[in-house]
């Protein structure tokens, strides 16, 4: 049948320019820097969401306090946010309303972003022996091995096994918190099956039980980590409740595991194939703080972060409607021409930085000190004890088709 010159199928702008796009994955800047020049900020015809695609619009959209961050303002429609919020309304009843601070609002935001944010921040600032710790141990089990693949066996070994005990959660509980974890990503993705969607959901109680009852033991019997310093904080007045407390200690697990473990995977691969950048490190060790901040605006290991408005308006000559998904592309942001000079070259040495991939505005990210430090040690780690390490597979590598995500499958190497 020939095809009709008259008919132009609605452009699944969401769809397209997401991870789901195997085009995408390949050559994201190929097609996103195609759609900025087209438009900065376009409304996606097939789902109520605008994306942008600026640098300047991006960070001011969101830093803009009117805008919300809480999804339940977009309509049923929006078939991603659906996921999000069929996980969340299957648990409600037994675990109580998804107060974490990424959907709370104005001042409620403020009060419980402020509490949890006090008390995790003291924390990551002393992590640094425990994080030396952490990536000694993931490189002594790698020991004596020709090779191995670093997201899954260095990688996602460090963040959840820093995160543990600065929440509180025991060493023997971090394989079955991790498998959760990384259950619940599914939730995101609109093409899942209904089993990876059980899973999701299993995965969330199983967290949320698993706090619950944490809570409980250190009210009984505080100890050394964040849960016992938010009841402590509680019984000092601080106005947060126990079920802030839970969905939050929920919250800061999920979102502080494979972000990480992406951002040192992508460090990684682009040391690795950018070998004067990692000659630089190796001569100057100090360059691995600009390096990993320098990794982050290139790969961006969450690549959309977005607000609803609570009524129409405009941006960048869009109109927007309630409840449209206002999305920043985080890795088009990151190298918009109009902001950053040669925003295609990895270039350690950038200065200044100013990255959107922590978000922007006042939900920026709350664990960036901690991701920074990880993302640091792990890779000199790395670095320092293999000199010889290279890419072990020709091709382009693996990346995962989360949408949202940036992050790479497997990346084989050879250490000697
Ligand atoms: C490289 C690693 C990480 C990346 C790329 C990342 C990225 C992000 C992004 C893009 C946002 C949304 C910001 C916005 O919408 O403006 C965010 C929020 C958040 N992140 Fe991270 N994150 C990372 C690591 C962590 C870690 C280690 C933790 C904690 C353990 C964490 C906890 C949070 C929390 C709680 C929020 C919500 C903050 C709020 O809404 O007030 N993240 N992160």
């Given at each position: 049948m020939a095809a009709n010159p008259q008919f132009a199928p609605p452009r699944m702008l969401m769809f397209t320019l997401s991870e789901l796009n195997p085009e995408l994955r390949r050559d994201p800047h190929a097609l996103l820097d195609a759609q900025r020049a087209q438009a900065i900020a376009e409304r996606d015809p097939t789902i109520p969401a605008v994306l942008i695609t600026a640098y300047e619009t991006g960070r001011d959209m969101l830093s803009?306090?009117?805008?919300?961050?809480?999804?339940?303002?977009?309509?049923?429609?929006n078939f991603i946010i659906n996921g999000i919020r069929r996980v969340n309304a299957a648990v409600e009843a037994e675990?109580?309303?998804?107060?974490?601070m990424l959907v709370l609002e104005d001042g409620e935001h403020a009060r419980v972003r402020g509490i949890v944010a006090k008390a995790f921040l003291a924390r990551a600032a002393q992590a640094r022996p425990l994080i030396e710790r952490v990536v000694d141990a993931a490189l002594a089990r790698l020991e004596g091995r020709a090779g191995f693949d670093?997201?899954?066996?260095y990688a996602c070994r460090i963040p959840i096994h820093v995160l543990g005990p600065i929440l509180g959660c025991a060493e023997g509980d971090l394989d079955q918190l991790r498998a959760w974890t990384e259950a619940g990503?599914?939730?995101?993705?609109?093409?899942?099956?209904e089993e990876a969607f059980a899973n999701a959901i299993a995965g969330r109680r199983g967290i949320l039980g698993y706090f619950r009852d944490l809570i409980a033991a250190r009210r009984a019997a505080p100890g050394d980590d964040l849960v016992s310093d938010l009841i402590a904080a509680q019984g000092e007045g601080?106005?947060?409740?126990d079920n802030e407390i839970l969905h939050n200690l929920f919250a800061l697990l999920v979102a502080g595991h494979l972000t990480t473990a992406d951002l040192i995977g992508n460090c990684v691969m682009l040391l690795l194939t950018h070998p004067e950048a990692r000659a630089r490190i190796e001569a100057d060790p100090a360059l691995i703080a600009p390096a990993v901040d320098e990794a982050l605006r290139y790969?961006?290991?969450?690549t959309q972060t977005a607000r609803f408005p609570t009524s129409g308006g405009e941006i960048a000559g869009c109109p927007y409607h309630k409840g449209?998904?206002?999305?920043?592309?985080l890795m088009a942001a990151n190298r918009d021409p109009a902001a950053w000079e040669n925003p295609h070259t990895f270039d350690i040495?950038?200065?200044?930085n100013p990255h959107l991939a922590f978000g922007a505005?006042?939900?920026?990210?709350?664990g960036a000190p901690l991701a920074r430090l990880e993302g640091q040690a792990a890779v000199l780690g790395l670095l320092k004890r293999y000199?010889?390490?290279?890419?072990a597979e020709e091709g382009a590598p693996p990346w995962r088709a989360t949408p949202g995500v940036r992050g790479l499958a497997t990346f084989e190497v050879a250490v000697d």
């Open positions: 803009d306090p009117k805008l919300s961050r809480n999804f339940e303002h977009a309509p049923p429609e675990f109580g309303k998804h107060e974490t670093i997201v899954s066996e990503q599914s939730a995101f993705d609109p093409t899942r099956t601080a106005p947060i409740s790969e961006p290991p969450i449209d998904a206002l999305t920043v592309n040495t950038r200065r200044p505005g006042s939900h920026m990210c709350v000199p010889k390490l290279r890419r």
